[in-house]
């Protein structure tokens, strides 16, 4: 008699190959997080054509542009790059995350699949050059998509808590009209242990124009301020707030 296979939904690991899972399952658990942020005056349309439509832009229309070196996660070391937009929700104060580029596998598949985060492979650096944290961002390598630089100078006594952040987790569907199988709004309020933030002198520019990565399709107007941070953090499972 043929052997039947063992495999069922009982046994199987939290993410894909079932049987080795590529990432656990949340938290996620961070230690040693250095963080550059430059916060910006966008334009209302610009941000308007990035989010979804039961989302509304902040006014005045500001977006952060951050670079991020994990020291030390459950998901392993790795350097992340992210663009995160003011919205609201329902009346209430809200990020929404349009762009992410990591450079570690886990992290790319994890983001994606749990919290929906739309998250690509990156050539990220952040170093310190002279007084200035410096960030870069390369895709591929060679072509430079953003440069955020921070001169910390000024404590930052007590950093505000952040607002809850929200994503959209898009599955593709197999159906010959392209309708994905699922989307979904994510919500996600991460759990932060700051040890020390600095404020100062920023820079922020947008390097190629490019539709396959538009980042440059968020004008910047003014640049609003940078902080360099340096913390722990805590990542949950997050809620769907919105089924479409």
């Given amino acids: 008699m043929a052997q039947g296979g063992s495999l069922s939904r009982d046994n199987f690991g939290y993410s894909m190959p079932i049987d080795a899972p590529l990432f656990p399952r949340p938290p996620i658990y961070y230690r040693n997080v250095e963080t550059i942020r430059v916060a910006f005056l966008t334009d209302e349309e610009a941000v308007a054509a990035m ?18 070196t994990y020291h030390f996660s459950t998901l392993g070391t790795y350097n992340e790059f992210m663009i995160i937009l003011g919205v609201q929700r329902d009346g209430q104060d809200a990020y929404y995350i349009p762009h992410i580029m990591v450079d570690n596998d886990q992290a790319l598949a994890a983001g994606r699949e749990i919290w929906g985060y739309p998250k690509k492979l990156a050539h990220i650096t952040l170093e310190r050059q002279g007084q200035a944290m410096i960030g870069t961002v390369e895709r591929p390598v060679g072509n430079r998509l953003c ?6 100078e000024t404590p930052v006594e ?3 808590p952040a607002a809850p952040g929200l994503s959209l987790r898009v599955i593709p569907g ?7 199988e699922l989307a979904q709004l994510i919500e996600t309020r991460t759990i932060s242990q700051v040890h020390g933030a600095w404020s100062g002198p920023a820079g922020l520019s947008f390097g190629v124009v490019s539709t396959i990565d ?8 003014q640049i609003i301020g940078g902080t360099y941070v340096l913390s722990d953090m805590i990542l949950p499972l997050g809620r769907v707030v919105k089924q479409y």
């Fill in 158 to 160: 007590q950093p505000p």
């Fill in 147 to 152: 440069t955020v630089t921070v001169q910390p």
């Fill in 51 to 68: 989010i979804p439509a039961d989302l509304t832009v902040a006014s005045p229309a500001v977006a952060t542009a951050s670079v991020i």
């Fill in 214 to 221: 538009p980042l440059s399709r968020l004008p910047i107007r």
């Fill in 174 to 180: 197999l159906g010959e009209n392209g309708a994905p």
